[in-house]
Nanobody, 123 residues
Framework: QVQLVESGGGLVQAGGSLRLSCAASGRTFSSYDMKWFRQAPGKEREFVAAISGGGGSTRYVDSVKGRFTISRDNAKNTVNLQMNSLKPEDTAVYYC????????????????WGIGTLVTVSS
């Protein structure tokens, strides 16, 4: 069992930055590939970024490449999402998720979800 708690969301102006963090419980954190998804109002939940268990491999949705960076610290059971050059279209609830295969972007490869943190980017 893994429990995930996100933090770091908030209101930021376009062009600004935010750093989301996800704290995980459990001793098996490093065995999970970790992911971030987001869901904007009225839209389906979409994949944002993922990182392999050891941290050596990452994947991003095209719309955030070059702006967002995912990282993890297995000693602290945390995964982070550094978001730079934010745009109004990045506004969404961001969810931390634990899965088994970092390059699978479908929600079907998510075994645990966090409760989400709201990011609002004003124009």
């Amino acid at each position: 069992q893994v429990q995930l708690v996100e933090s770091g969301g908030g209101l930021v102006q376009a062009g600004g930055s935010l750093r989301l963090s996800c704290a995980a419980s459990g001793r098996t954190f490093s065995s999970y590939d970790m992911k971030w998804f987001r869901q904007a109002p009225g839209k389906e939940r979409e994949f944002v970024a993922a990182i392999s268990g050891g941290g050596g491999s990452t994947r991003y949705v095209d719309s955030v490449k070059g702006r967002f960076t995912i990282s993890r610290d297995n000693a602290k059971n945390t995964v982070n999402l550094q978001m730079n050059s934010l745009k109004p279209e990045d506004t969404a609830v961001y969810y931390c998720a634990a899965g088994t295969t970092y390059y699978i972007t479908s929600i079907q490869d998510v075994y645990y979800w966090g409760i989400g943190t709201l990011v609002t980017v004003s124009s």
